[in-house]
């Protein structure tokens, strides 16, 4: 497992450190200060491990709900640059027309 780590790590060098990143996030980061005080007892009301174990689980799956929000978020902002990038694309814009013309009744 170890290996694991140190080889993951090789391939993660960010130029910039976590808590540099954490500021491009502030909903992230808010999450991580959360599960935080949990794992430190902040407010000191967790006798049971099952209760500190229910209250990470909770956290994690909050941090990976809003992780993933922020993931999509930022893929269609980068999608939609893309696209107004391309030539001969137009942006949606509010049709004026009200129909066709009127034509001659048929009989």
Not at 57 to 69: K, P, S, V, W
Request: hydrophobic share 30%.
């Amino acid at each position: 497992m170890a290996d694991q780590w140190s080889e993951m790590e090789g391939r993660l060098k960010p130029s910039r450190s976590l808590e540099e990143r954490l500021r491009d996030h502030p909903e992230l980061r808010a999450k991580m200060e959360s599960l935080l005080a949990v794992v430190e007892n902040a407010a000191g009301d967790v006798e049971k491990a099952a209760e500190a174990e229910r209250r990470v689980t909770e956290e994690l799956r909050q941090l990976g709900n809003e992780a993933l929000h922020g993931w999509a978020r930022r893929q269609a902002q980068r999608k939609e640059g893309e696209v107004a990038q391309q030539p001969g694309v137009q942006r949606k814009e509010k049709k004026t027309s009200i129909g066709r013309p009127g034509t001659a009744r048929s009989k």
